[in-house]
């Protein structure tokens, strides 16, 4: 109902629209529509209410509420179940409860912000209000468990491709998964999932995308690695429109994916990585060894050429030495 009256009153524009009119066209009380609209109110849309005129809605807020980005989704099936919270521990940790109660494939869940936002290997992602996407997409896909790491860079393609559409800045991408700009970071994904020996539960792509965060809203210990799309195009940017064109290229690249395979969807990945070719450091889960990034191969993971032959890196992080000039 809050969403049609919401309807009702965009479609009228600068126009009042009165009490009356509504109550009528979507056959409710009037007071169940002054109702709907002190909810709206209190969700942060200025309404302007005359006691002759009617209603008129003056400022739209800048909310990832489902009545705000429905209208910019353009998906078949994802992002058709939406979670939306104000404030939550971690998008992941709700997606995965979800999932275990049976929430279907597509399930979004969306936070304006995050007080326990979650890194990968139990490092921490600073969320804060209304800066920034904070997404987790629940997948239930048919394909092997091995395969499920490479969910991460299919969504790291998948944003790089949403990112440079609504905004025209290309990132480069570090293995294995985040999106960087001039060496700072603007994206940090993070891939979990539940599965059996031969077959997936689900998955869950959660992804952190830094977007109207201004400098002084970085922390100190972040200055130096984090930038956000404000920064870079000194613009605030449409969240909203941004989440729907992200949906729609994540739908297009699992289903390219479940068709076909991860082969064109690795291609692309090697085509925007930011590594292949950069003399690395690795930080393996138990190991520390630099050499030349090479190539990822069907599977992921990436390949450092050694003097002692092709290592190969299926998890940890890797930083790309600074070239020194010759
Ligand atoms: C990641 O981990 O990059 C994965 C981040 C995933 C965040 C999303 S938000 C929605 C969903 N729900 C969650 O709870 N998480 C996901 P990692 O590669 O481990 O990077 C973490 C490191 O990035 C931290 O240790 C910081 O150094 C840095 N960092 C933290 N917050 C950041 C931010 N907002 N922007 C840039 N860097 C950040």
């Not at 003399?279 to 993971?301: C, K, N, R």
Request: with cysteine; net charge neutral.
């Amino acid at each position: 109902m809050r969403n049609a009256i919401l309807e009702l009153l965009r479609s009228h524009g600068a126009d009042y629209l009165s009490g009356e009119d509504v109550s009528r066209q979507l056959a409710v009380s009037r007071t169940a529509v002054w109702k709907h609209i002190q909810a709206l109110k209190q969700a942060g849309y200025e309404i302007e209410s005359h006691t002759r005129l009617g209603y008129r809605l003056r400022v739209v807020p800048d909310r990832l509420c489902p009545e705000e980005i429905i209208p910019h989704f353009n998906t078949q099936w994802m992002g058709k179940r939406i979670l939306y919270f104000n404030d939550i521990g971690s998008t992941n940790i709700e997606a995965r409860d979800e999932a275990q109660r049976g929430a279907p494939e597509g399930t979004i869940v969306v936070s304006e912000m995050q007080n326990n936002g979650m890194g990968r290997l139990a490092r921490g992602w600073y969320s804060p209000q209304y800066k920034g996407i904070w997404l987790s997409v629940v997948l239930r896909p048919k394909f092997r468990p091995q395969d499920a790491p490479k969910c991460s860079l299919m969504a790291a393609v998948a944003l790089e491709r949403a990112i440079a559409a609504q905004t025209g800045i290309h990132c480069g991408i570090k293995w294995p998964n985040d999106l960087l700009v001039g060496n700072k970071k603007l994206v940090g994904i993070l891939t979990e999932m539940s599965a059996n020996f031969d077959s997936i539960n689900y998955i869950i792509i959660g992804m952190g995308i830094n977007v109207n965060l201004l400098g002084e809203d970085i922390p100190e210990d972040l200055q130096s690695i984090a930038t956000s799309l404000a920064i870079i195009t000194g613009k605030t940017v449409d969240r909203k429109a941004l989440l729907g064109k992200i949906l729609k290229e994540l739908e297009y690249s699992y289903e390219q994916v479940c068709r076909e395979g991860f082969g064109k969807l690795l291609d692309e990945w090697r085509q925007k990585s930011i590594t292949l070719g950069q003399i690395v450091d690795v930080y393996g889960l138990d190991q520390h060894f630099s050499g030349q990034a090479v190539d990822i191969d069907a599977e992921g993971a990436l390949l450092i050429e050694r003097p002692t032959g092709i290592e190969r890196v299926v998890a940890g992080d890797v930083s790309i030495r600074m070239k020194t000039a010759e």
